[in-house]
Nanobody, 121 residues
Framework: QVQLVESGGGLVQAGDSLRLSCAFS????????MAWFRQAPQAPGTEREF???????????EYTDSVKSRFTIYRDNAKKMVYLQMNSLQSEDTAVYYC???????????WGQGTQVTVSS
């Protein structure tokens, strides 16, 4: 059974850092593109916003403009983990952060349950 579990969220002050982790229980981690999305609390029902993505070899990294130079996505294929290092957090980063995995052949998509990040100004 494929499962993603996020952790590392919390309540921080503006300017602080957090590292989100996503554990992916899957037989073969290779071939999956991993990404982080977020959904702000004031926008329930809207689509989740893409934050960052990384190819299965650790290349092809992309970020949404608002987090470039502040956030870093990376993965450890041996541990089947993907991380999002978030620095210089701003109140606008407050959201539920979701881990996403896309299988590379049939494009199956999997989601975690989300982890709350709250940044107080």
């Amino acid at each position: 059974q494929v499962q993603l579990v996020e952790s590392g969220g919390g309540l921080v002050q503006a300017g602080d850092s957090l590292r989100l982790s996503c554990a992916f229980s899957v037989r073969t981690f290779s071939g999956y593109t991993m990404a982080w999305f977020r959904q702000a609390p004031q926008a329930p029902g809207t689509e989740r916003e893409f934050v960052a993505g990384i190819g299965w070899k650790g290349a092809n990294i992309e970020y949404t403009d608002s987090v470039k130079s502040r956030f870093t996505i990376y993965r450890d294929n041996a541990k089947k983990m993907v991380y999002l290092q978030m620095n210089s957090l701003q109140s606008e980063d407050t959201a539920v952060y979701y881990c996403n995995a896309i299988e590379g052949v049939f494009m199956y998509s999997y989601w975690g349950q989300g982890t709350q990040v709250t940044v107080s100004s």
